[in-house]
């Protein structure tokens, strides 16, 4: 057996989680400015990466989403799923709806007392929460995939997520990991 191999396997192994440990340890979150069209990735307060001209829905945004509507919902979030490859080249999932977006679904009559309840369930186990609510669902920041970069630029052309360029979501990918804060406002 050729110990020195397994060694050095080793010792990649070992130092790939711990560099990633090394950025959720460091306070790392997002912060979305819907008004600017910027993303913006901090470490505590201090801004360590800023990603310009980005799309949001194409309807604006809301603190009251509801399935269809076209808006980004504000608020404060976590990423829940992180897929490497999509339609949209990357998308990282939020944790939408929130408790306070169930509250307010509660409130209004929007989503009943069952959906409520299964979307507080998944919360506290730290699950997705249900997508398929009158709430809506399947939020989160993506690429533009095989999309006219022209649109992009131009427009808020999304179905309520947060848009970057296929460029700029693989430059964001080094930074996020599962549970990332991630602020709307």
């Given amino acids: 057996m050729n110990y020195r191999f397994v060694f050095v396997i080793l ?16 306070d790392f979150w997002i912060l979305v400015d819907t008004r600017e069209k910027v993303l913006s ?29 076209n808006k980004t919902p504000l608020g404060d ?44 369930q998944a919360l506290k186990a730290k699950a997705i929460p249900p997508q398929e609510t009158p709430l809506g669902g399947y939020i989160g920041i993506h690429g533009v995939g095989a999309g006219d970069l022209s649109v992009h630029r131009n427009f808020n052309w999304t179905q309520g997520c947060i848009a970057l360029t296929n460029q700029q979501i693989d430059d964001l990918s080094k930074w996020v990991y599962l549970g990332m804060r991630v602020v709307i406002r």
């Fill in 11 to 26: 010792s990649i192994l070992l130092v790939m989680p711990a560099q990633s440990a090394a950025i959720r340890d460091r």
């Fill in 41 to 69: 990735v901090l470490e505590g307060n201090s801004v360590r990466r800023t990603y310009r001209e980005i799309a949001i829905g194409r309807a604006g945004t809301t603190l009251n989403k509801t399935s269809g509507d």
């Fill in 77 to 120: 979030f976590r990423l829940v799923r992180i897929a490497p490859s999509t339609t949209f080249h990357r998308f990282f999932g939020i944790d939408y709806p929130t408790v306070a977006h169930a509250e307010r679904g509660l409130r209004t009559a929007t989503i009943s007392g069952e959906e409520y309840t299964a979307i507080l």
